[in-house]
Nanobody
Framework: QVQLVESGGGLVQAGDSLSVSCIASGLTFSRYAMAWFRQAPGKEREFVARIVPSGDYTTYADSVKGRFTISRENAKNTVYLQMDNLKPEDTATYYC?????????????????WGQGTPVTVSS
C-alpha cells in the first residue's frame, strides 16, 4: 500500500532553519507531483509548496515565498521542505501529499495520498 512518512519536525526559535522530509513507498514516485500542506491548531489545512514530478517547477504560498524551498530526489522517493527564517506563525503540523496530474494544485482535495504529519513549533 502507499505510504508517505514525514520526519524532521521539532521545536525551534524564530529565525532558525529546519528541514522536513517525506519518504514515499508503494507508488511510482516520479509520476506524482508532491506538495506540503500545514495545519495550525484551530485552523484549516493550508497549501505551502508544490513541486512537479520532474522537479523543474515549484510553487509556493505567498506566506512562505522566499523563506521555504521544496525539492525532491526521485531516486530516493523523497521530497524535502527547507524552512529558513522561521516565524511563530509557521507553527503547525506539516503534511506531505501526492497528486497525479495538475488539477487545482493548491487544494488539498486534489491530493490522493497523505502522510501522517510532522509537528513544527517555532517559539518567539
Amino acid at each position: 500500500q502507499v505510504q508517505l512518512v514525514e520526519s524532521g519536525g521539532g521545536l525551534v526559535q524564530a529565525g532558525d532553519s529546519l528541514s522536513v522530509s517525506c519518504i514515499a513507498s508503494g507508488l511510482t514516485f516520479s509520476r506524482y507531483a508532491m506538495a506540503w500542506f500545514r495545519q495550525a491548531p484551530g485552523k484549516e489545512r493550508e497549501f505551502v509548496a508544490r513541486i512537479v514530478p520532474s522537479g523543474d517547477y515549484t510553487t509556493y504560498a505567498d506566506s512562505v515565498k522566499g523563506r521555504f524551498t521544496i525539492s525532491r530526489e526521485n531516486a530516493k522517493n523523497t521530497v524535502y521542505l527547507q524552512m529558513d527564517n522561521l516565524k511563530p506563525e509557521d507553527t503547525a503540523t506539516y503534511y506531505c501529499a501526492a497528486q497525479i496530474g495538475g488539477l487545482m494544485p493548491r487544494k488539498d482535495s486534489s491530493y490522493k495520498y497523505w502522510g501522517q504529519g510532522t509537528p513544527v513549533t517555532v517559539s518567539s
